[in-house]
């Protein structure tokens, strides 16, 4: 049975939503509900539901958001709102899909078995990334694996020079001037990343040590031996200091 998640900021649309979906009980049913969406984001940092039921407009926290504050999201995601204008950005965003309030019972039916395909590929793919990337890094310490449009790749980190954040995507700027860019924030590739290589020089940018060129002091940034200029957040400055 699938585990949902609700997060409304309207108490009367989340009842709605819950009877809604009791007429999937043997498929679906809801674990948690929010109406304050701070308490959400703290519920998800320690649970992993199979969905999540998110409003868009809600007076703290926006829903596009909310999903960008969130380490990781390892759950099929559904757009709620009673506008249809966010379509797009639902979909820039990773949504499986978008139901508009009041939401239809045919339309949840055609969501319900989304989040099921969703789910059963995202288990099958998260085996096999687990599988090969616990097998290179066996027998390979200086590569990583990288997960990247559809498709698995190995890289040597001798190759990377930073990677820079974009919200919810990182981008890996390569030797050749090439680039990859991966569906994970800063932190999660930073957790990949070889410690005695690379260091977090700043909130939004991970530089490969051996690939400084120059540090400019008094100016407080770092030449890369592709000529980019990145940062050194003046919290790291010392701990950049003592890896050099």
């Known amino acids: ?7 409304d900021d309207e108490p009367k649309a989340i009842q709605s939503l819950i009877w809604e979906l009791s007429n999937f009980s043997d498929e679906i ?15 998800l940092e320690s649970n992993t539901p199979d969905c999540l039921f998110l409003d868009v407009q809600m007076p703290t926290i926006g829903g596009f ?3 960008e504050q ?3 999201i390892n759950f099929a995601v559904v757009i709620t ?3 249809d204008e966010y379509a797009i950005k639902a979909l820039k965003h990773e949504a499986i899909d978008y139901l508009l309030k009041p939401i239809d019972s045919d339309d949840l039916r055609e969501t319900i078995n989304k989040i099921k395909k969703h789910n ?3 288990l099958n793919a998260t085996k096999l990334e687990n599988m090969l990337t616990n097998f290179n890094s066996k027998f390979n310490k200086k590569r990583i694996t990288i997960n990247t449009d559809g498709k698995l790749l190995f890289l040597d980190v001798d190759d990377i020079i930073y990677v820079e954040s974009d919200g919810n995507y990182s981008t890996l ?3 050749d001037q090439k680039k990859v860019v991966v569906t994970k924030k800063l932190k999660e590739v930073d957790a990949i990343l070889p410690e005695h290589y690379f260091f977090r020089i700043h909130n939004s940018y991970i530089i490969n040590l051996n690939k400084i060129k120059a540090f400019i002091k008094n100016e407080g940034y770092v030449i890369m031996d592709s000529n980019h200029k990145i940062p050194v957040a003046r919290q790291r400055k010392s701990d950049f200091l003592e890896k050099l």
């Open 65 to 67: 958001q909310f999903l």
């Open 29 to 43: 049913e809801v674990s948690q509900s929010f109406s304050k969406p701070e308490e959400a984001l703290k519920y």
């Open 70 to 72: 969130l380490e990781q």
């Open 173 to 175: 700027f390569l030797q």
């Open 81 to 83: 709102t009673a506008y």
């Open 1 to 7: 049975m699938l585990k949902a998640v609700i997060v």
């Open 120 to 122: 059963d590929r995202f």
